[in-house]
């Protein structure tokens, strides 16, 4: 099954898998279009690109992956930060648009087996990417904690601030003290690295799920 907002994308794929694999291609352009068909028609696997309209592929991977469904993560981002975070969320690979043919359908049969696949420039990335996160992460207290998982969901100070019962200022303190923790000037890069951050980040740097 085939998920993607770009016709000429799901177009080009179907050809190439169903001419490679004999596959037959189910498609969606949307979130929920592909959560409703991907549970009624249970696929062998689901290619899925994380930038979709509505509440986008990092809503809709963890509910798949939760109903027993193969996801492999086919994404414009070659950047650790979005594949660490495809991972921790359930999907069985992870390979970006700039991927050959031959590569992607070595991807695609081997998420079907049900063996992790990472594109090589990409897990390389990884595994540099890890060692730095969890050295800074380390540093930060569980109200940290707090508000980078909220920042990685993409919301606001003022709405972390409501969620948390406490003011703005205090928010915005906390904020300018965890940039400081981690090495970072901008919150657009906060933000960056609030998305980075391992599901299940725990005080001292642990996770409670094991990541690759």
């Not at 970072?184 to 996770?207: F, K, S």
Request: aromatic fraction near 4%; glycine fraction near 10%; include cysteine.
């Amino acid at each position: 099954m085939l998920v993607d907002d770009h016709t000429v994308v799901r177009a080009g794929l179907g050809q190439l898998l169903s001419t490679a694999l004999g596959a037959t291609i189910l498609e969606a352009a949307d979130t929920p279009t592909a959560h409703d068909l991907a549970l009624r028609t249970r696929p062998d696997l689901v290619v899925l690109d994380l930038g979709l309209p509505g509440a986008g592929g990092l809503w809709l991977l963890p509910r798949l992956h939760d109903a027993g469904l193969r996801v492999l993560v086919l994404s414009m981002h070659a950047d650790p930060i979005y594949a660490r975070r495809a991972l921790d969320a359930g999907a069985t690979g992870y390979v970006s648009k700039t991927i050959g043919p031959d590569d992607l359908l070595d991807a695609i049969r081997q998420a079907m087996d049900g063996q992790c696949y990472v594109e090589s420039g990409i897990a390389s990335m990884l595994s540099e990417h890890r060692d730095v996160l969890g050295r800074n992460f380390g540093r930060l207290t569980a109200r940290d904690l707090d508000i980078m998982r909220f920042l990685g969901e993409g919301r606001s100070l003022s709405d972390i601030a409501a969620t948390l019962g406490v003011s703005y200022k205090t928010v915005a303190n906390t904020a300018g003290m965890i940039k400081t923790k981690l090495g970072v000037a901008r919150t657009a890069d906060l933000v960056r690295l609030a998305i980075a951050m391992p599901v299940g980040w725990t005080i001292g740097g642990r996770e409670n799920r094991e990541t690759v």
